[in-house]
C-alpha cells in the first residue's frame, strides 16, 4: 500500500522569502506526481505534474522536483507572498488502483505568508 | 470548457435525511472520481467510473453510499440515511484515460450533517 507523507505540516514564513515543501512517498513505482493547491473551503488547484520520466517542473515562481528512487519530491516556492497562502497537497499517481484508488493524496502542508 | 463543476457548493442536512450531489466533469474527459476529504486530511478515493462503468469503490462507500454515471457524462452520489460522520468535503475529478497526464478537480461539496 502507497502511503504519502507531507513534512512539514505546517509552515509560517515572512514574506519575501523562498521555501521548500516536501513530499515522500514509500512505493516508488509511481508514474506521475502531482502537486495542488487548496484554499480554505474550496476544491484543489493543480500547479505542476511531473511525469516519472522528468526530474522537474517550473511554473512561475514554482518548481517542482522528483527523484523516483528515493521516493521523494519537493516543492520550491521563490519569494514567497501572502498570496501563497494556502494548504499545499502532493499526489502520486500509481498504475495499480484498487480499493485505493491510483491518485493517493499526503495530508498536505498548511503554509502561511506573513505580510 | 469550464472544467470539473459540482452542485450544490454547500449542503446541510439533518441527520437521517438523504443527499446528492452533482458532478459535471471536463467533456472529454472519460473517467470521473469521487473523493471525500475530512478536516486536516487528504482527500481519500471513494470510486470512479470509465465512463458510465463503475469499476472501483474504496471500503469507505459504505452501503449507504451510491453513484451513478447513466450517460457517461455528469455523475451523482448519494448518501442515504445521513450521519454525523458523513460531514466532509466531497470533491469529484475527471481525467483523460488512466489520468497519466492529471486530474481536475472542481470545487466540492461541502456537506454538513446537524
Known amino acids: 500500500k502507497q502511503e504519502v507523507t507531507q513534512i512539514p505540516a505546517a509552515l509560517s514564513v515572512p514574506e519575501g522569502e523562498n521555501l521548500v515543501l516536501n513530499c515522500s512517498f514509500t512505493?516508488?513505482?509511481?508514474?506521475?506526481l502531482q502537486w495542488f493547491r487548496q484554499d480554505p473551503g474550496k476544491g484543489l488547484t493543480s500547479l505542476l505534474l511531473i511525469q516519472s520520466s522528468q526530474r522537474e517542473q517550473t511554473s512561475g515562481r514554482l518548481n517542482a522536483s522528483l527523484d523516483k528512487s528515493s521516493g521523494r519530491s519537493t516543492l520550491y516556492i521563490a519569494a514567497s507572498q501572502p498570496g501563497d497562502s494556502a494548504t499545499y497537497l502532493c499526489a502520486v499517481f500509481m498504475n495499480y488502483g484498487g480499493s485505493q484508488g491510483n491518485l493517493i493524496f499526503g495530508k498536505g502542508t498548511k503554509l502561511s505568508v506573513k505580510p | 470548457d469550464t472544467g470539473v463543476s459540482q452542485n450544490p457548493r454547500h449542503k446541510i442536512t439533518k441527520r437521517g435525511q438523504n443527499v446528492t450531489f452533482r458532478c459535471d466533469p471536463i467533456s472529454e474527459h472519460n473517467r470521473l472520481y469521487w473523493y471525500r476529504q475530512t478536516l486536516g486530511q487528504g482527500p481519500e478515493f471513494l470510486t470512479y467510473?470509465?465512463?458510465?462503468?463503475?469499476?472501483?469503490k474504496s471500503r469507505l462507500l459504505s452501503d449507504r453510499f451510491s453513484a451513478e454515471r447513466p450517460k457517461g457524462s455528469f455523475s451523482t452520489l448519494e448518501i442515504q440515511r445521513t450521519e454525523q460522520g458523513d460531514s466532509a468535503m466531497y470533491l469529484c475529478a475527471s481525467s483523460l484515460d488512466r489520468g497519466l497526464h492529471g486530474y481536475t478537480f472542481g470545487s466540492g461539496t461541502r456537506l454538513t450533517v446537524v
Open positions: 512505493d516508488s513505482a509511481i508514474y506521475n
Open positions: 467510473f470509465q465512463n458510465e462503468a463503475q469499476l472501483e
